[in-house]
């Protein structure tokens, strides 16, 4: 049983990283528990917003569709994620219909409180509309194919994680559960043992560059570990946001695909003093 205060619990939530106490203590007063069964409905498409839900244990799936009953709006909202934000924020019904995926535990905020909160904490409000995300999102080649209504969705299926230097992000075997883009940092991948293409690795990857998507897009555990060669900055999207985006739009799943640019670069004459090594790690910045 967790008999850590309220404050200690909100603290947990990214939304509410560098928070000072009192400020916690002062958020506590607008928030209260409710426990949702799974199958249990918080609010319909359509609906005016009333709450804002952060998931404190289990998970929420939104679905929203068009007129024509295809599912234009896809997300699983996981432990310490949070919905009903943006139809918040922007006045608007709500955009997807939310149901617990599972019994899950919610903390609540009421409309009215949630505006006073984000009168009383405008890095709240910054926070909530995920613009460094947008923004991050737009100038990376991968997201080139989404029009900006929908690359609002998609930096709300994205979680900011950071790794630091020699931390490692995943290990090579395990199970492939996300799949994950270079805001800052440099990531090296490498395999051992029977691995296909062992002989490849390692890899290095950049900013605006990404890594994860093998083991998800072919239904398998990780092929290699990747690792933070200097501190990371991470945009995480989960299995099912990765197989979402797939499937909204063709050119994302298109542009995952690799282009060889190790071999590019071993017959570009400017770089034939090189090491096979240096040219690896090069290639982790080229696009």
Same mark, same amino acid.
């Given at each position: ?91 608007? %019904?709500?955009? +997807?219909? !939310?149901? #617990?995926?599972?019994?899950?535990? *919610? /903390?609540?905020?009421? $409309? &009215?409180? @949630? ?105 398998? %555990?990780?092929? +290699?570990? !990747?690792? #933070?060669?200097?501190?990371?900055? *991470? /945009?995480?999207?989960? $299995? &099912?946001? @990765? ?45």
């Amino acid at each position: 049983m967790d008999n850590s205060t309220l404050e200690d619990r909100l603290s947990r939530f990214g939304l509410f990283e560098g928070f000072a106490q009192a400020e916690l203590q002062q958020i506590c007063g607008f928030v209260k528990e409710k426990t949702y069964r799974s199958g249990r409905i918080l609010f319909h498409q359509g609906d005016p917003p009333d709450a804002f839900f952060l998931v404190e244990n289990g998970s929420v799936r939104e679905t929203g569709r068009n007129d024509d009953d295809d599912v234009v709006l896809r997300r699983t909202v996981d432990q310490h994620g949070y919905l009903a934000h943006r139809a918040l924020m922007q006045g608007l %019904a709500h955009e +997807a219909t !939310a149901i #617990a995926a599972e019994n899950s535990l *919610l /903390l609540t905020i009421k $409309a &009215d409180d @949630f505006q006073t909160l984000l009168a009383m904490f405008p890095r709240l409000q910054e926070r909530l509309s995920r613009i460094h995300v947008i923004n991050r999102l737009m100038a990376i080649p991968l997201f080139g194919g989404f029009p900006l209504e929908q690359l609002i969705h998609v930096a709300d299926l994205a979680q900011v994680v950071d790794f630091p230097a020699r931390q490692t992000v995943f290990h090579q075997g395990e199970q492939s559960d996300a799949f994950y883009v270079i805001d800052a940092g440099l990531v090296r991948e490498t395999a051992t043992g029977g691995a296909p293409g062992t002989q490849t690795w390692p890899k290095y990857f950049a900013a605006g560059g990404f890594f994860g998507r093998y083991g998800l897009l072919n239904a398998q %555990a990780r092929r +290699a570990s !990747a690792e #933070a060669v200097s501190d990371l900055k *991470l /945009l995480r999207f989960n $299995a &099912d946001a @990765f197989h979402w985006l797939c499937d909204l739009e063709p050119e994302f799943k298109k542009e995952l695909k690799r282009q060889d640019v190790l071999g590019h670069l071993r017959d570009t004459k400017l770089f034939t003093q090189l090491s096979d090594a240096d040219l690896k790690q090069l290639s982790g910045y080229v696009g």
